[in-house]
């Protein structure tokens, strides 16, 4: 029996290698590869909806386009003729601004950053500037340390203190685990701090329950009890940290008493975690994206940064904050065309949809990658309202989104099993080449093959004339010195060479310092401070939670899907404390109101005592009637990095009575 090697390419800090096998008997099989070094012979659920996908009933195997309301197959020749005519008007009469073009990270592909290359090869488009997911923490470790970075996971062992701060691995980050167990038995103290108990906390010998928005400002407070017992690492401030005055007289307005009452955790604990910090080294500081979904979420990052720093918790063996790197791009070829090419407007994640709304020249035409903006996107309804204005709407697609189902065209593409790519990601070392195991189900298209004709029929098909073995050995280039060639990626994953160990191990930091900038000219320039923090008082205007909205809408990660992919649209799910259970008579399985400033919808009641009393709580990609949990989020932005602040929301719920 052939197997084959591929990868995961889901947006996810695993990147699992694959085994697949296909016989028409047993159909396609997938299974973890066992000398993978992350993956390990184990994948989780995701990984094996993917191999479901690709036979699935579900599956898009032919171009659509609709007519009158209704969806009708067309053939490809068809679909390229009609695409390449609207882009030839549009590029008449408006120029490549008014082509928007929509994409995420649904699929890590080296390969699908093509999408990217064929709109500026055009002259131009509109895109999405910021993030949906990790932008305001990703621009905060620039900000302190001139760029991201983090330890080696298997570094994790020789920590004796390790924070899963907003982060629960057991659900988004599983091949993490064995590294915390493994730490664990080393006698590592391993601490969760969460507003909901999630389930990595039973790992933990201590977890704390922390107020939803109030993370920043649990680390201002920790720092301030720092700061005040002298429990610094003098030597590495006095030679690593610039901004270190300004800092702590910020820190100074963060009395642990208020902090207490703001965060819910109360100051013994808050004691014995500043001196756990600073005593019980190395440390790791693991911070989820959940803590950066709020409007101050950048500067959260940044104060769970100064910790690190302040105690010497940076460039060592098993200490250090874990949020992404850059590797990759730092030295892997790009795909995409120099800037001074083409044109680019570019519009805030977070108000996208205001922004479309107002454009000037108007757009004309959207296509859609890797994404699923009508449900993924804040302020749904505005998204929705504002997406049928746009004259015509193009999506590439596994499956009937609600994207693809609000579209004139869409166009089937083919899945990981069906082509070769590159597959990196930005939390792992690993470089995975996919290699094609199965033929394309129906008419189905990779998104490389899509973009190639309609380049040679747009006149730009010299900047599409290669093959995908050609783009991958392209983009690999510089690791030819490693002697990394695509043939010897066919015979395994490899671990890019490039990766340290240990971030920042020599401590020479890529700030205009040198040093780690708790306060610095970038950060006036960017945020209007020296040192910004999380703000530790909130005026009427700026409150998340309000006399009419008194509860915490929270939106995470489901278990078995990422963001809308692999959900059923089945109706929401909320779920609560028996408190808040209690006190609106809800008991499992009636329905309840769940009302924001922006709307309302029905979801059925699910209630824990691992939820924040104060919280309620709707996985994301939940939807009902092809509507997401988005409808009740207004876009607003972080303070850095243009990130979508999420759970910058309050709720008001009660029961539904059934006549």
């Not at 977890?207 to 720092?223: K, M």
């Not at 009419?548 to 078995?560: F, K, V």
Request: with cysteine.
């Amino acid at each position: 029996m052939a197997w084959k090697r591929s990868a995961c390419p889901l947006n996810c800090p695993d990147s699992c290698g694959f085994l697949v096998n296909y016989t028409e008997e047993q159909g396609l099989q997938l299974k973890g590869e066992k000398e993978h070094p992350i993956t390990q012979g184990f994948i989780c659920s995701k990984g094996q909806a993917l191999a479901e996908l690709v036979f699935s009933p579900d599956r898009l195997r032919f171009p659509l386009r609709k007519e009158k309301g209704r969806f009708k197959r067309i053939s490809w020749e068809e679909a390229y003729t009609l695409l390449t005519r609207k882009i030839q008007e549009t590029l008449e009469q408006t120029g490549p601004l008014g082509i928007l073009h929509h994409y995420d990270y649904a699929h890590n592909g080296a390969l699908r950053a093509l999408d990217q290359r064929f709109f500026q090869a055009l002259g131009g488009m509109t895109v999405p500037e910021g993030s949906m997911c990790w932008g305001a923490g990703y621009h905060a470790q620039a900000i302190d340390f001139g760029g991201v970075y983090q330890n080696d996971w298997a570094s994790l062992r020789q920590s004796k203190t390790i924070i899963l701060w907003g982060k629960d691995p057991a659900v988004t980050n599983i091949h993490l685990i064995p590294h915390l167990l493994a730490a664990k038995k080393e006698e590592a103290y391993l601490i969760v701090i969460n507003p909901t108990q999630v389930k990595s906390a039973e790992l933990a010998q201590e977890y704390l329950r922390i107020n939803p928005g109030t993370d920043g400002i649990l680390a201002l407070g920790l720092a301030h009890i720092i700061l005040r017992e002298g429990w610094l690492d003098w030597e590495f401030v006095r030679n690593h940290v610039h901004g270190f005055e300004e800092f702590a007289l910020k820190a100074k307005e963060y009395e642990p008493a208020r902090v207490s009452e703001l965060t819910g955790i109360s100051e013994v604990k808050m004691n014995a975690l500043a001196r756990r910090i600073s005593h019980s080294g190395p440390v790791s500081f693991l911070p989820g994206y959940g803590l950066q979904r709020y409007v101050q979420g950048g500067n959260t990052l940044r104060a769970i940064d100064a910790l690190a720093a302040l105690t010497g918790n940076i460039g060592k063996p098993g200490a250090g904050v874990y949020y992404a790197h850059q590797d990759h791009q730092d030295h892997l070829n790009t795909v995409r065309l120099p800037e001074e090419h083409y044109q680019v407007r570019r519009f805030p994640h977070p108000l996208f949809a205001e922004s479309i709304e107002k454009a000037d020249p108007p757009i004309q035409m959207a296509v859609v990658t890797r994404s699923n903006p009508l449900l993924q996107q804040p302020n749904s309804l505005l998204w929705k309202e504002v997406w049928s204005k746009i004259p015509f709407k193009v999506t590439l697609e596994l499956v009937m989104s609600e994207t693809a189902r609000q579209s004139d065209l869409v166009l089937p593409v083919t899945t990981i099993f069906e082509e070769e790519d590159l597959i990196v990601s930005s939390w792992n070392p690993m470089l995975q080449v996919t290699e094609k195991v199965v033929e394309p189900q129906g008419e189905t298209k990779s998104e490389l093959e899509i973009f190639s004709e309609l380049a040679k029929r747009l006149g730009i098909g010299k900047k599409f004339s290669l093959t995908s073995s050609e783009w991958i050995e392209e983009i690999i280039t510089p690791l030819h010195e490693y002697g990394i060639t695509l043939e010897s990626l066919h015979q395994g994953p490899v671990r890019a060479p490039y990766i340290q160990n240990v971030a920042w191990e020599d401590l020479n930091f890529k700030t205009q310092s040198g040093k780690i900038e708790l306060s610095s000219d970038l950060a006036l320039k960017e945020v209007g401070e020296k040192v910004a923090s999380p703000r530790i008082e909130q005026d009427n205007e700026n409150a998340i939670l309000s006399a009419e909205y008194p509860y915490y809408l929270l939106t995470p990660h489901p278990r078995q899907a990422i963001h809308s992919q692999f959900q059923e649209d089945e109706g929401f799910h909320m779920f609560i404390h028996p408190e808040l259970a209690e006190k609106f008579y809800l008991f499992p399985g009636d329905q309840a109101l769940v009302e924001t400033r922006q709307g309302q919808l029905l979801a059925r009641v699910y209630v824990s005592e691992d939820i924040h009393p104060q919280a309620v709580v709707i996985p994301e990609g939940n939807t009902s009637n092809g509507v997401g949990v988005n409808q009740l989020i207004k876009g607003l932005s972080s303070d850095l990095g243009q990130s979508t602040s999420y759970y910058e929301v309050g709720c008001q719920i009660r029961k539904w009575l059934v006549d």
